[in-house]
């Protein structure tokens, strides 16, 4: 079991930055996929970046260039360094673990919700014009 706490959202003007962060706890050493997905009243939660524990990132088109995924596994922490925010980026962001047997996901999973099993509490983010 793994335990997900994210934290750092708040409030910003578009244009500009946030940074998430997702403290793991648990077998944490076991997960070879993370992602940060994130849910806007009314629609369905998307996945927003992916990290393998190679190394390997995937960003959903609409935060490409914009958005960082990145971990610190001596401390179990992965981030969403998200800058040139924008109105459309306001939404509870998750942090979300895939489970200790996923030891490869294809990349079209790598940002759908099925593909995890445990998640935080979301971290809410509000970007205004």
């Known amino acids: 079991q793994v335990r997900l706490v994210e934290s750092g959202g708040g409030s910003a003007q578009a244009g500009g930055s946030l940074r998430l962060s997702c403290t793991a706890s648990?077998?944490?050493?076991?997960?070879?996929?993370m992602a940060w997905f994130r849910q806007s009243p009314g629609k369905e939660r998307e996945g927003v970046a992916s990290?393998?524990?190679?190394?390997?990132?995937m960003y959903a088109e609409s935060v490409k260039g914009r958005f960082t995924i990145s971990k610190d596994n001596a401390n179990n922490i992965l981030y969403l360094e998200m800058t040139n925010l924008k109105p459309e980026d306001t939404a509870m962001y998750y942090c979300?673990?895939?489970?200790?047997?996923?030891?490869?996901?294809?990349?079209?999973?790598?940002?759908?919700?099925?593909?995890?099993?445990?998640w935080g509490q979301g971290t809410q983010v509000t970007v205004s014009s």
């Open positions: 979300a673990a895939a489970d200790a047997s996923t030891r490869y996901l294809a990349t079209s999973s790598r940002l759908r919700e099925y593909a995890y099993k445990d």
């Open positions: 648990g077998d944490t050493y076991s997960r070879h996929y």
């Open positions: 990290f393998e524990s190679t190394g390997i990132l």
